[in-house]
């Protein structure tokens, strides 16, 4: 029935929700910067950029003499994925599904914001690599972005048509664009609230609320 499945990276293969809100503080620690305690909420890694570019301006600190402004914040953002890495964990049963999928001749691919060698060294990590036949990576990633032809590229990278391909996604603009390149999109979210659920069962083609759910339903519709 399915000859493919794609996975987003991060959020689905990873549990990396928490990972990502300690990572500026775990970056400042590191630096010698002190932040409010409580301060992890409100500071994720979409803003933690703009905290360094601050500091770095401010001459609160800097990782070299040599180094002029966009290179310190090139190197701040390197070594917080550098941190990611050492810390974050597959979600559960990811590693499992993924290796029943190849056992069972259906490719996976990753795609991911994540620059390919970064992408690979994380899924090397947490042993997922190996079943993995490409990684795929988009350069344009964000919460605006139409990812329809990023689906469709990696799609027929993988196979002839999208039809064949599953995408297993939890955020809701992902699964509108892969449904519109053409894929059948199956939800994961293990902690979700009940509007989320209720907003990605509309969106995506069916709704799971673990791996562990989604590989006994693969197990019945492959046997």
């Not at 914001?113 to 042993?127: N, R, V």
């Not at 562990?212 to 492959?222: D, E, L, S, T």
Request: charged content about 25%; proline content about 4%.
């Amino acid at each position: 029935m399915y000859r493919a499945f794609i996975f987003s990276m991060d959020g689905v293969l990873l549990d990396s929700e928490k990972v990502r809100i300690q990572l500026p503080r775990m970056l400042m620690e590191e630096m010698g910067i002190s932040l409010p305690g409580g301060a992890e909420p409100c500071l994720g890694v979409d803003r933690v950029h703009q905290m360094l570019l601050q500091i770095i301006r401010q001459g609160v600190w800097k990782p070299g003499t040599e180094m002029n402004l966009d290179a310190c914040v090139d190197w701040c953002h390197e070594r917080m994925l550098s941190l990611y890495g050492s810390v974050v964990k597959p979600k559960a049963g990811a590693l499992a599904f993924v290796r029943y999928l190849a056992r069972t001749g259906i490719s996976c691919c990753v795609l991911t914001a994540f620059k390919e060698t970064m992408a690979k060294k994380l899924l090397a990590d947490i042993e997922i690599l190996p079943h993995v036949g490409l990684v795929d990576s988009v350069d344009d990633f964000s919460q605006e972005s139409d990812w329809t032809e990023c689906y469709a590229r990696t799609a027929h990278k993988l196979v002839a048509s999208p039809k064949d391909c599953v995408v297993v996604e939890r955020a809701l603009p992902a699964m509108r664009s892969a449904k519109a390149a053409g894929c059948t999109v199956w939800g994961i979210e293990e902690s979700a609230q009940p509007d989320t659920v209720d907003a990605m069962r509309k969106v995506c083609n069916r709704y799971f609320s673990s791996f562990i759910q989604m590989q006994a339903h693969c197990m019945r519709i492959f046997a």
